[in-house]
């Protein structure tokens, strides 16, 4: 150690080597601790309400009043579970960052740590699954029905593979996360036996988050897009403009919500181990990181909306859902009220519109 500079090793906000020297004040982070404990937990809060709504709604179009008949129907369900889940360890960290310390336990310490990291790492490698699916049945119109009867039958494959593929790569979370104190506080963080085993595993657990949660659904989001928004262009459809709209629309809101947080997680890496960094640059770094990760949940709200409700029959779906369960209150309320017929007419509905639709028949947009 340099004989002129003091190296802090902290974890979360301020678990980086940095170097400051001594004549100065120590660098404290408490101002960003301030900040994150009004910001985190409004902003997680609203995010789970929201996100908890909107695919909860997904999942009971699927579980009572649609069945998953296409390939893009079995990712949006499955894509809504892993949203589901994840939202749900959102309340965990809000409270953690409102009282500064982590007061849940050790067990719930690597389930809710690993929860969160399956589901992120899955949701976004669902996604990347429906861009090549709209590919397939778009671009590859003609041998769509062929290729995609084949493929139908193995999608729950497919999403086990990714579920999979998730749970491995997110692996190192529940073996390394666990509580310890900190500062005089209980933390949740990661802890690891040896001196150099934290820059290596932060490194690649850095790697493979940037490549399944961003870098891999990116190149898929946009080659399969530009040809679908090619063959669209191309097509004598009177949808067609509205169709190319949802696609943009997909692709801007992914790329708002995940660049900030990658562009903040590539440079925490390109920074892991290096001894001369600023207090002024980690506390910028630290509010950045804290913002940018807020923004990529965000996904998680409008995953519903950009995938299943812009649909018509999704929507459709939606006022059914909403007419049945206001039918069910009013006779409830209102004794003798009329709402058998209603509620059987809206059935029969369903179930004609069920048999029109067919196999291949998808819940989006285009």
């Known amino acids: 150690m340099n004989s002129t500079e003091t190296y802090f090793s902290t974890e979360d906000y301020s678990d980086s080597l940095y170097t400051v020297p001594v004549e100065d004040l120590p660098c404290s982070l408490e101002e960003v601790r301030e900040f994150t404990r009004v910001f985190v937990p409004i902003a997680y809060s609203l995010i789970c309400v929201f996100g908890l709504l909107g695919n909860v709604m997904v999942v009971?179009?699927?579980?009572?009043?649609?069945?998953a008949r296409s390939m893009t129907d079995v990712y949006l369900l499955n894509m809504a579970i892993t949203d589901i889940l994840f939202v749900l360890t959102l309340p965990f960290w809000a409270v953690t960052h409102a009282t500064g310390a982590w007061v849940f336990g050790s067990s719930l310490c690597k389930l809710m740590k690993g929860i969160y990291a399956v589901n992120f790492n899955c949701g976004m490698l669902l996604l990347a699954c429906i861009s090549m699916d709209r590919y397939i049945a778009i671009v590859q119109a003609t041998k769509s029905f062929r290729v995609r009867s084949r493929t139908l039958g193995h999608s729950k494959i497919i999403c086990l593979v990714v579920w999979v593929i998730s749970i491995f790569i997110s692996s190192p979370t529940f073996i390394f996360n666990n509580t310890y104190k900190s500062q005089g506080r209980e933390v949740c963080e990661p802890r690891?036996?040896?001196?150099?085993?934290?820059?290596?595993?932060?490194?690649l657990g850095l790697g493979l988050e940037l490549l399944c949660g961003f870098f891999i659904p990116l190149l898929f989001m946009v080659f399969c897009y530009l040809f679908?928004?090619?063959?669209l262009v191309q097509a004598q459809n009177s949808k067609r403009h509205r169709a190319i709209r949802v696609v943009i629309a997909v692709v801007l809101v992914f790329l708002a919500c995940q660049i900030p947080h990658n562009v903040v997680l590539l440079i925490t890496a390109v920074n892991?181990?290096?001894?001369?960094?600023?207090?002024?640059?980690?506390?910028?770094?630290?509010?950045?990181r804290n913002v940018a990760e807020v923004l990529a949940f965000l996904h998680c709200c409008l995953n519903p909306v950009l995938y299943a409700f812009v649909g018509q029959k999704f929507r459709n779906y939606f006022v059914k859902i909403m007419k049945d369960v206001w039918c069910v209150r009013?006779?409830?309320?209102?004794?003798?009220?009329?709402?058998?017929?209603?509620?059987?007419?809206?059935?029969?509905?369903?179930?004609?519109s069920e048999i029109m639709d067919n196999d291949n028949a998808s819940s989006f947009t285009m």
């Open 60 to 67: 009971m179009t699927f579980a009572f009043y649609k069945k």
């Open 330 to 352: 009013r006779k409830n309320k209102v004794p003798g009220f009329l709402c058998a017929r209603m509620y059987s007419e809206s059935y029969a509905s369903r179930q004609t």
């Open 272 to 288: 892991m181990g290096k001894m001369n960094r600023t207090c002024r640059g980690e506390v910028r770094l630290a509010y950045a």
């Open 192 to 203: 690891y036996k040896s001196v150099r085993e934290p820059i290596t595993w932060k490194l």
């Open 228 to 231: 679908i928004v090619k063959t």
